[in-house]
């Protein structure tokens, strides 16, 4: 079984910067793609950025020269780094891992707040 911590959120003005940091820890086979999902009240959880073990990457369009997500391999642990941050971007994100075994299970983080003040 994998568990993923987050860490990182919190409260900053629009234009600032935050790190939110998700390492994984427990048993598992091979980790997979690793990313950040988001939440927003009322609405279905959508992509923010994922990473393959390819090193491709996957933006939401919103977040495109913003946001920049990378991985610590040696640490099981997967970053978003967000930049120039705005009110819209308020919500509660999750990280995400997909195991690289039979059946391709996912994981997902208890989810970390960002709230980003006008």
């Known amino acids: 079984q994998v568990q993923l911590v987050e860490s990182g959120g919190g409260l900053v003005q629009a234009g600032g910067s935050l790190r939110l940091s998700c390492a994984a820890s427990g048993s598992f086979f091979r980790l997979g793609a690793m990313g950040w999902y988001r939440q927003f009240p009322g609405k279905q959880r959508d992509l923010v950025a994922l990473?393959?073990?390819?090193?491709?990457?996957n933006y939401a369009d919103s977040v495109k020269g913003r946001f920049t997500i990378s991985r610590d391999n040696a640490k099981n642990t997967v970053y978003l780094q967000m930049n120039d941050l705005k009110p819209e971007d308020t919500a509660v994100y999750f990280c995400?891992?997909?195991?690289?075994?039979?059946?391709?299970?996912?994981?997902w983080g208890q989810g970390t707040q960002v709230t980003v003040s006008s």
């Open positions: 990473l393959f073990t390819s090193g491709s990457t």
């Open positions: 995400y891992l997909r195991e690289l075994k039979s059946g391709y299970p996912t994981y």
